[in-house]
């Protein structure tokens, strides 16, 4: 019975302690002000900056999977380059030690206090109180996981049989090292691992040699949480979790060479073993981070080289759940995958009006991927929530959530009735025998122009682009009158020429649905102004793929 209740309390002290760090990080999301987001913005100007913002964002959070949200969400609307993000990340490294660093002071006998006065505290009108108190509420629920988790492996170790049993087992330094890596990358909390560290060494159950193993485990294997949040992400989540896990893998090795040294020195300081595990695992980020620091470009290659740019074409590249909490970068990267919807538009477009253009294999996945990418981005805009009081937020996002159901509309239209109409090249060579080759070549010409200023209004932005869509426009609509009625007068009214009447009018259908999202180009402006360079580049044959 002794041995059931210590268990239980061991595992619902651990399970209470996740919970907290769970809680911390979504206090954090939901209680982040629109000031704040933007003071994040500003911060990745500079590398220092950026290194700052990833301790604060991991040390409030607890959570590496938070700064990585906000690091890949940067770099997908232009704000920081690749190389910055990495350093967002190193910093995010050294701010999860925060924690570790709190639980070594051993104020676990106030966190029921902490918890009682902070959960009735965080619920006045007063929002700097309110959330003030939250951060200390997510703590003390922290604290409290301790609590329970000391209560049962001080009654455990209490038996003396089993304290020798367990100090003998905690002896082994290379298998301490490899539970806790493997620990980390389970409960995906390298935290978790420490409190558990620290939990056994207050037991004095856990020998002074094993405790820089621990903290160099859990370490490296806290690198899996920011591997496995990249691989459902976006293309930059995905370099970011592999470059990531290079880096704290590659400074480990590094530091293990060191170990022996380095617990030599604690121990001639008289530092304990909770207190070596603690300064051990502030010690490690650190060094890691003093020997990538001035190599990120070294870890930014790495990361390309092993996640190409070869995606699914179906496969979202910029919109990502983890950053709908903030709903500026979620609208901006909404509009970045937008334009890559129409991107693929136009150039399936092109591939219906000339045959000659059309690449086996590509031509034939288009649609699907066409359909698919606009499902996710309509999925991904029900879900953005913006705050009432971030009016230009909102502004935006109502223009960019009404463009985006017409870009549906236009979807369904391009990849049903005008596909069925323009796929098979024996329809070509009757349209261009009924109609004369000059007049089917002109049409053509100017429904792929049409299509192109439409696009590039609303992606780059270019208010010129509408003027110029407004004479192409009408003299679209000029030819298309003349071909009803040159067809309507022809005393051979067959199949092909009912074809034409109706391809003219799906056509000018879709060119106006077109217009429509050129017209809400006002949006585009400020997206361009985050953007390196052309949201979509002038099409050519094969330059269309899932990167």
Known sequence: MLYFTSFVNILGGLALFLFGVDQSSRFFRENMSANARNSMARFTKKKAQAFLLGVVLSALTQSSTIATSFAVGFVDVGMLSFAGSLIVMMGASLGGTFVSFLLSLNLFDYAPLMFGVSYFLCKVRNKWVSSGFGVLRCL?????????????????????????????WASDALAMGIIAFIGSGVLQSSSAIMALGIALAASNALPATSALPIALGAHIGSTTMVVLAGMSGSLSAQRLGYATFFFKLLGGLIFLCLLPFVHRTFVSLGISAAQELVYGQVLIAAFNILVFLPFPQFLTWIGIRLVSGSGSLSEPRYIDEKILDVPELAVMLLSKEMGRLSNYMEAYLQMLLEPQQRNGALFGKLPRAIADLCESCQEFAYHIRVPAEEEKVSEDFTIISYTMSILRGMSKLLTGSIRSHLESTAVHDALRALLGNGVWERWCKLSRKCMRSALCAFVIGEKGQVHALESQEAEFAGLSNQIRREVGESASYDRNASRAVRLVSLMQGFLAMAKEVAEGEEFTKKQARYSTGRAFPEWKEGTVSGD
Do not use: C, N, S, Y
């Open 140 to 168: 003390a629920l922290i604290f409290l996981g301790m609590q329970v988790l000391g209560w049962g492996t001080k009654t455990l170790f209490a038996d003396p049989e089993f304290g020798r049993l367990m100090t003998r």
